[in-house]
């Protein structure tokens, strides 16, 4: 059984592996203060080239979401995410649970515009109603999709323009930076949002994600909020020197490349085969649309998710690639997806 259902059934890539085993007895400093940690904050900041930005480092990117968005609003503020959002849906309510109303905006490529937001603008008119905040993004999207430097630059302009806070949540940010599409880079995000985090669970890191605050309004007392929230990890060195490992270098870009080609491979072989798509997506997530006899055939040798059922007789299934993704194992589901059902 080969996995297509995620990008993180894999540990860690290699240089990580071996850069923890060779640190694993030194003694440092605990909660993000030793050495590894700064010197990939530093690294970071270098790559995204402003200085002035505040990074932590979390475990995952519910734990980031959860203690950032709860920091950042007030008791009467909400987020508004589109109706494919991380936080509304695949999140357990955490946001909720801090008292903070997600408003749904539903959209069919799962990116929010300023014409999508407006509305629920003039409909929270006063104080019986929660204040809309917060506009929470992600890149790429749920569904593969991503922001162009000018939709991002437009819903940037709208959000300073109605005093709202804009977030992007990076749990994929690599696959959206290093898409064929792509034409933003990471300096832009360092100008146009107020916070975002740079994905690592899901592009080659055993574990972490790194928090960027641009807005210098959100970063006072930031850490406390990490604390309370049970996210101030004692081993923080754990983070730091991975994040040290993917920026000291291009490796989490090559990484992020990697899932993506072999994602396109995958595309561009679907296609062949005749079969169309739920939206053209350009990172390291796919959904075909296939017969369900099909589907049921190849998940005795592959796994990965039934999305949503798009009739009858088909349902549209998501592949995702990862930096480990074998090219062999791709071309064998083509083979396979080819095979069972001719």
């Not at 940037?156 to 005093?163: H, V």
């Not at 790194?210 to 930031?222: Q, R, S, T, W, Y």
């Not at 049921?296 to 299934?317: G, N, R, T």
Request: with cysteine.
């Amino acid at each position: 059984m080969y996995s297509f259902k995620n990008d993180y059934s894999e540990g860690t890539h290699e240089r990580i592996l071996n850069a923890l085993i060779k640190s694993n007895l030194e003694q440092t400093e605990g909660y993000g203060e030793d050495v590894y940690t700064k010197k990939a904050v530093e690294l970071i900041k270098e790559r995204i080239g402003h200085e002035d930005v505040d990074i932590h480092l979390f475990v995952g990117g519910t734990q980031t979401n959860l203690t950032a968005i709860s920091a950042f609003l007030r008791p009467h503020e909400a987020a508004i995410a589109a109706n494919t959002g991380h936080i509304l849906v695949h999140e357990t309510g955490a946001i909720e649970a801090t008292g903070h109303k997600v408003i749904s905006i539903k959209v069919s490529d799962g990116k929010l515009r300023p014409k999508d937001i407006k509305p629920v603008l003039e409909a929270h008119t006063d104080e019986h109603m929660v204040k809309p905040k917060m506009v929470y993004i992600s890149n790429p999207t749920e569904i593969g999709s991503i922001y162009s430097k000018n939709e991002l630059e437009l819903l940037s302009e709208f959000c300073r323009e109605n005093k709202l806070i804009l977030y992007v949540d990076g749990a994929r940010l690599g696959s959206a930076l290093c898409s064929e599409e792509n034409d933003l880079e990471l300096s832009d995000l360092g100008r146009l949002v107020d916070a975002f985090y740079i994905g690592g669970t899901k592009n080659g890191a055993l574990m972490g994600e790194a928090l960027v605050i641009c807005n210098d309004f959100l970063k006072e007392d930031f850490r406390f909020h990490i604390k309370q929230k049970g996210a101030l990890f004692a081993k923080g060195r754990l983070l730091g020197i991975q994040f040290l490992e993917l920026f000291k270098d291009d490796l989490y870009f090559d990484l992020a490349r990697h899932a993506n080609a072999m994602a396109k491979l995958l595309k561009e072989e679907i296609i062949a085969a005749g079969y169309k798509f739920l939206i053209d997506s350009p990172s390291n997530q796919i959904f075909p649309i296939l017969p369900n006899k099909l589907i049921e055939k190849l998940q005795d040798k592959y796994s990965f998710a039934i999305w949503e059922k798009f009739d009858q007789d088909s349902s549209v299934i998501r592949l995702v690639t990862s930096w480990a993704t074998k090219e062999e194992k791709v071309l064998e589901f083509i083979e396979d997806l080819k095979k069972f059902y001719k």
